[in-house]
């Protein structure tokens, strides 16, 4: 049976259940709406109920005591329904194709992880990429299961990403991200324009919708801001090397600003236009990098700044 990335837990809170092969555990919030709770007496029937297809697998579950409450009781026959209640249970990873890819790793100590991400790897699961993410792999490989992400980067986009090793310091790293104390460069490939003035800074306001596949720019006040600027040319294929500096971090960002200005990011699958893209085709990577980022330690005070080896496969220029 095979079941979404858990919701969020409360900042703090810890799960009944650890940890296992890289997966957290799932969550389940029992619904508190008053025809549901009328229904059910049994949490074991509301979860039989929800997954009919995986009655089997549940059973198995419930039987070898891998299904707990928020108490981290096992769930048996008897346990009462409990609105607003927890179920976890770990979910069985559904089949996925291999990115053939590796994740390097820049540099490690006790509290941080900082990892060179590859194009089409996922930082975390989400959708239908659970294993094959950067999250999963390394907390498999290093022994580290309570690795956590102190920031995203897109699948699609490449370069330094920062992960969390202990829990302990999880938030303090996450705030000084949520403060924008952070300065990030990226490098992205893309169409040149010479009636394009740069440098810029790019203001606008960005959403992105529930079920909506990307982010879209709208009236009102901005909450986005990027400077772009252009920092090498390659007149004989008309694509431009620029260098991006997001002061914000809203998804999609990058990738919408740039093609806001005419220049789209080169082989973006979602601008200029939407297009289907097969996701075992990787001779085609998005040509955008996080070349490197800096930050102020919330612990020594120190300014650290880690820089990626990688580089776009359509720059230097042929």
Known sequence: MTYAPPPSAPRGARHPLPVRDGLNPTRLVLPHDVATVARYERALDYLLDRFPADVARLEEKVAAG????????????????????????????????????????????????????????ATMPRGRWITQTVLVRLRRQLDLPELSPAHRLDRPTAGVLVLTVRPEVRGAYQEVFARREVTKVYEAVAPLRDDLALPRTVRS??????GVTRAQEEAGAPNAESRVAL????????????RLEPHTGKTHQLRLHMASLGVPILHDPFWPDLRDTDPDDHARPLQLLARSLELMDPFTGERRRFESRRTLSEWPPR
Do not use: M, Q
Request: proline fraction near 8%; avoid cysteine; glycine fraction near 6%.
């Open 66 to 121: 891998e299904v707990v409450t928020g108490r981290g009781e096992p769930v048996t026959a008897s346990t009462a329904y409990e609105p607003r209640g927890f179920l976890y249970l770990y979910r069985d990873p559904p089949r996925e194709d291999t990115i053939p890819f590796e994740v390097e790793v820049l540099h490690r100590d006790e509290n941080l992880l900082v990892v060179d991400k590859p194009h089409f790897l």
């Open 205 to 210: 306001r960005i959403v992105k919708l529930r």
């Open 231 to 242: 920092a090498a040319r390659d007149e004989a294929r008309g694509l431009g090397l620029y």
